[in-house]
């Protein structure tokens, strides 16, 4: 069975309640009808009903999703009123808090807040930057947490690599030019989604360089130094190792040659990008060119499950992010 079969599986079993604010996107519509066909949650379609309809998606059912407008609904004052207690303090005004209510995508995560649903999935037409926005000014990070940041569980056909191909990618969609501090913070958090998500009961962290333990000297390659230091402090119990560059995670001899009696050189199934310059570029690569599935943007470290989709996503895509969302809501 494979790890999406798994994770669609445990999403059956909870069978949470998902909010889609690009209702009347047609890949969205799809996905919708094959989840509720599927019975991997029950679906929350935001948009105008004529407008769904004018999507012109045939053969879908959507009898069973529940169909939300915003601008009509009768809990737009209610979540109106809720964000501009939240926001006051940022200067808006309640009726500006009004007009961004009636914006789905802030409509479904104000849905999560008052919980009236338990996750969203947005992305397919939206950028990262206006999916996640809301989330952070509304939901913002679980406690504890610094930083919300994100992972992709990427699936090679190859059994090779990672743990029978699974292997986690981070950060390639959230933080631009993390600082040690925050690097640490992804490594950690992206351990655990490894564990709780990508099923990798043992994860091996590689912090990603251009240098392997010195061999070049700059200012980006003690970035990474420093967030290795500051991750093996924060999670001792942890495989971690780094900087390392990519041929020293992921294929033993280099690894060995490079990085000596590394427990994670070589074997490497969590992969920590410097930035997300090298995270957005290295993920899109190996799924395009090395033919991976790439399951994600997953959010890490939100206090209830909102995730992203890139905008190149297939209807499947969906319905596996959908998947996922109902899983982290689970933990909630
Ligand atoms: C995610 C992102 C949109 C947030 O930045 P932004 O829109 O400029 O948001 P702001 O800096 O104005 O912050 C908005 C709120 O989110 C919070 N925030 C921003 N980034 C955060 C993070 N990583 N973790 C937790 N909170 C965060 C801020 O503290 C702020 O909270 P407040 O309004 O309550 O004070 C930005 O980091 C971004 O654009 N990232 C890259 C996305 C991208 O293009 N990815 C490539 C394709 S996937
Ligand atoms: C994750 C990502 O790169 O998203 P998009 O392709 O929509 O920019």
Known sequence: MSLMDKIKDKA???RKNIVL?????????EAAAKIIEQGIANVILLGNEEEIKKAN??????SDAVIIDPATSPKLQEYADMFYEMRKKKGI????????????LYYAVLMIKANDADGMVSGAIHSTGDTLRPALQVIKTKPGVPIVSSCFIMEH????????GVMVFADCAVNIDPNAEELAAIAVASADSAKDLAGIADPKIAMLSFSTKNSAKHEKVDKVIEATKLAKEMAPELNIDGELQADAALIEAVGQLKSPGSKVAGHANVLIFPDIQAGNIGYKLVQRLGGAEAIGPICQGLARPVNDLSRGCSVEDIVSVVAITAVQAQSF
């Open 21 to 29: 604010p690009e209702g009347s996107e047609p890949r969205t519509i």
């Open 93 to 104: 005004t309640p009726e500006q808090a009004l007009e961004t209510t009636k914006d789905p």
């Open 157 to 164: 056909p190859d059994s090779k690599w990672g743990q029978d």
């Open 12 to 14: 059956k079993s909870v």
């Open 57 to 62: 998606v045939k053969n879908v059912d959507l």
